[in-house]
């Protein structure tokens, strides 16, 4: 009776001379060699050559101009309630009069810090925004930290410049429906 359907007939059949100096199992495994040498190669040379990391990767934190080249933050605070890392911490300041091409709201944020070392990228802060204010960068990793001191992150590094909107094309995450966020305007 057979139990299992592994069982193998073991062949007592005398190795050739070839079989008994291994050249068939060195030929194999110099093929196997030279068959990988002649594929494409799966790595990158970072840093000088960096991979798309896809649209819904979450990266390096931006806050949001306006199409007229105002910040959008309004200080409301959602974001660092939102928060889990309790990585978010501001300071909210009233727009003066003159200040109209620089703000959006009559409240911005003054200060706006990120820990990065706290931040776990979990997006909830973009999520929470209501004036499509933050944004994590799908295109952009945050670098390695190697000084504690470069782990807040203030308005100086989140702030886009004017020269390097962000944007995230909607036709690029349109196959990404449990992203609902990434389909909002970021204009
Ligand atoms: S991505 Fe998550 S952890 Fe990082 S700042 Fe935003 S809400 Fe906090
Ligand atoms: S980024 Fe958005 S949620 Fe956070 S304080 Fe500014 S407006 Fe409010």
């Known amino acids: 009776m057979q139990l299992t359907n592994r069982a193998?007939?073991?062949s007592n059949k005398e190795m050739t001379l070839a079989e008994k100096m291994y050249l068939p199992a060195v030929v194999g495994g110099l093929a196997i060699t030279i068959?990988?040498?002649f594929r494409k190669k799966p790595t990158i040379q970072y840093p000088e050559?960096?991979?798309y990391l896809g649209p819904i990767y979450r990266g390096h934190h931006v806050?949001?101009?306006?199409?007229?080249?105002?910040e959008r933050c309004t200080a409301c605070g959602l974001c660092a309630v939102a928060c889990p890392a309790e990585a978010i911490s501001m300071v909210a300041a009233e727009r003066k009069k003159g200040e109209e091409a620089?703000?959006?709201?009559?409240k911005y944020a003054a200060v706006?810090?990120?820990n990065m070392l706290r931040c776990i990228f979990?997006?909830?802060c973009e999520e929470a925004c209501p004036k499509q204010a933050v944004y994590l960068r799908h295109d952009r990793m945050v670098p390695v930290f190697l000084e504690r001191d470069e782990v807040i992150y203030g308005k100086d590094r989140l702030v886009e410049s004017l020269d390097d909107r962000y944007i995230r094309k909607n036709s690029e995450v349109a196959t990404t429906p449990t992203e609902p966020s990434l389909t909002r305007?970021?204009?």
């Not at 806050?63 to 105002?70: C, F, P, T």
């Open 102 to 106: 620089l703000y959006r709201e009559e």
């Open 112 to 114: 706006y810090e990120i």
């Open 8 to 10: 193998k007939q073991v």
């Open 63 to 70: 806050l949001k101009r306006d199409e007229q080249g105002r």
């Open 49 to 51: 050559v960096k991979k």
């Open 185 to 187: 305007s970021t204009t």
């Open 35 to 37: 068959k990988h040498f």
């Open 122 to 124: 979990c997006g909830l």
